[in-house]
Structures are given as structure tokens and as C-alpha cells.
């Protein structure tokens, strides 16, 4: 069954930091992958998306991601963080036909900035 | 900030009480979902609609949940009789179509059942 996992349930890092949270899916084919962050009291916000090709991908906020297909992962990562930036963090994975455009999502990763 | 438009943002009913949410999707958006977000961060696709049509839902949406899209109208999810365990944030997204993947969601509709 496809599934993601979100190893980490809470990262603190220092404030301008870097940061690296992960995401390991289970699919057997290429899969869409999203990034979603949710700020308190907030829906979900889209950071960024993979569905093919380069598997550096950039997103809003200076957040990129990197795709491997041969370990199955999906870890979002920034340079710099900011204290901004705390949040509970998604990964979530979908993919074409028959699944009705439904995201599968991992448990979420809160972040925690420390000054 | 969302386009997708959820009303109420908070809502509190005691047990056996109806309870109804609304959602706007963004414009031009056919696509409709419904899922529940609990305390633990774990999501439950409910529902979802492509224009007036339901695709697919979960057996306790059929069983416990109304849910519907009408044309020129706020799309809703209602539940019939609440149990403590619907407390949770219920958030609607929309979509261009089925296969794009990408889902916008709004800021959700928080329920809490005493």
C-alpha cells in the first residue's frame, strides 16, 4: 500500500541555521510529491511539488527538495532558517489514475527555531 | 492566503447534534475534497466532488456525513448526529482536475463535539 513516512515528529534548529526534514514514501512507480506547511491556527500551504524531471526541486521561502527514487525519499531542505519558519511540516504523496487526486500524508514534522 | 474559502472557522456542538461546514473552492476549481485532520495530525480523506458529482468517499461519510457541491452554491459537509470522536479540523481543498496533483486548501473548519 502507498504510504509516506515522516521520521522526525520534532526538529529544533538555531535560528539562520540549515535544515533538513525528511519524507520516505512507498509507491512503486514515480509518484507526484508535495511539501505542505501548516503555520498555528492555518490550513495547509503548498512549499513545493515533483512530478518529473530534475529531482532538485525549488519551492516558495527558499525551500528546495531533492527526489531519489532509489532510496524513495523526498527531504525538504533550506539554508537559512528563520524563526518564521516554525511550523508543522507535510509531505504528501499522490499519483495518476485511480486514486482520484487524494493525497496520502505523512504524520508531519513540527519545526521549533531557536533564537 | 487561501482562496479557498471555509466557514465556520470554529464550531462547538454536543453530543447527537448536527453539524455543518461550508467551503468555497477557488474559482475554476471543479475539483472538491474533504478531509479531517484529528489532534494526532493524521489525515482521513472523506469526500471528494468533481463539479456536482461525488468521485469517491470513506464508508463513514456515506454512513454518519451529507456532503454536497451544488452549482452556484457553497459546497458543505454536514454531519448528521456528532461523536466525540469527529473532534477535529475538517478542511476543504479544491483542485483543477483529478490528475494535477496539486491541492489548494483552506484554513479549515475547527469542530469540537462535548
Known amino acids: 500500500a502507498q504510504s509516506v513516512t515522516q521520521p522526525d515528529a520534532r526538529v529544533t534548529v538555531s535560528e539562520g541555521a540549515s535544515l533538513q526534514l525528511r519524507c520516505k514514501y512507498s509507491?512503486?512507480?514515480?509518484?507526484?510529491l508535495f511539501w505542505y506547511v501548516q503555520y498555528p491556527r492555518q490550513g495547509l500551504q503548498l512549499l513545493l511539488k515533483y512530478y518529473s524531471g530534475d529531482p532538485v526541486v525549488q519551492g516558495v521561502n527558499s525551500f528546495e527538495a531533492e527526489f531519489s527514487k532509489s532510496n524513495s525519499s523526498f527531504h525538504l531542505q533550506k539554508a537559512s532558517v528563520h524563526w518564521s519558519d516554525s511550523a508543522v511540516y507535510f509531505c504528501?504523496?499522490?499519483?495518476?489514475?485511480?486514486?482520484?487526486?487524494?493525497?496520502?500524508f505523512g504524520q508531519g514534522t513540527k519545526l521549533s527555531i531557536k533564537p | 492566503n487561501s482562496k479557498v474559502i471555509q466557514t465556520p472557522r470554529y464550531l462547538v456542538k454536543g453530543q447527537g447534534q448536527k453539524a455543518k461546514m461550508r467551503c468555497i473552492p477557488e474559482k475554476g476549481h471543479p475539483v472538491v475534497f474533504w478531509y479531517q485532520q484529528n489532534k494526532n495530525n493524521e489525515f482521513k480523506f472523506l469526500i471528494n466532488?468533481?463539479?456536482?458529482?461525488?468521485?469517491?468517499q470513506i464508508d463513514m461519510t456515506e454512513k454518519r456525513f451529507s456532503a454536497e457541491c451544488p452549482s452556484n452554491s457553497p459546497c458543505s459537509l454536514e454531519i448528521q448526529s456528532s461523536e466525540a470522536g469527529d473532534s477535529a479540523l475538517y478542511l476543504c481543498?479544491?483542485?483543477?482536475?483529478?490528475?494535477?496533483?496539486?491541492?489548494?486548501f483552506g484554513e479549515g473548519s475547527k469542530l469540537t463535539v462535548l
Open positions: 466532488f468533481q463539479n456536482q458529482e461525488v468521485l469517491q
Open positions: 504528501a504523496l499522490s499519483w495518476v489514475n485511480y486514486n482520484q487526486g487524494k493525497l496520502i
Open positions: 509507491y512503486s512507480a514515480t509518484p507526484y
Open positions: 481543498a479544491s483542485s483543477l482536475g483529478v490528475n494535477t496533483g496539486q491541492l489548494y
